[in-house]
């Protein structure tokens, strides 16, 4: 059974930068696709960044250049580094993945393994 647990959310300043991290278990980390969304009241789930089983990665526009998804695939950890985070990027993060994707993608859509959520939280 495939076990997405997040972690390293928290509260940040604008400007400032979290790590987070989500742990896998449960199939054969590094032939897969990931991805880091997240979920703010009244909205959808918005997709942030995606990573491939090559190691090819895709953001949203509101977060290149900022945020960085990245994979220990010995550890078999998906992480996401926020730096220099604006208030519009609070909310729940959650990470998804999916063993039988081959190519990355922010859409929520193409993930059926989904973690619990870490809420994260940036004040002005």
């Known amino acids: 059974q495939v076990q997405l647990v997040e972690s390293g959310g928290g509260s940040v300043q604008a400007g400032g930068s979290l790590r987070l991290s989500c742990a896998a278990s449960?199939?054969?980390?590094?032939?897969?696709?990931a991805g880091w969304f997240r979920q703010t009241p009244g909205k959808g789930r918005e997709g942030v960044a995606a990573?491939?089983?090559?190691?090819?990665?895709t953001y949203a526009e509101s977060v290149k250049g900022r945020f960085t998804i990245s994979s220990d695939n010995a550890k078999k950890i998906l992480y996401l580094q926020m730096d220099n985070l604006k208030p519009e990027d609070s909310g729940v993060y959650y990470c998804?993945?999916?063993?039988?994707?081959?190519?990355?993608?922010?859409?929520?859509?193409?993930?059926?393994?989904w973690g619990q959520g870490t809420q994260v939280t940036v004040s002005s």
């Open positions: 998804a993945a999916d063993p039988s994707r081959r190519s990355p993608t922010t859409d929520p859509d193409g993930y059926n393994y």
């Open positions: 449960g199939y054969t980390y590094g032939t897969f696709c």
């Open positions: 990573i491939g089983s090559f190691g090819r990665t």
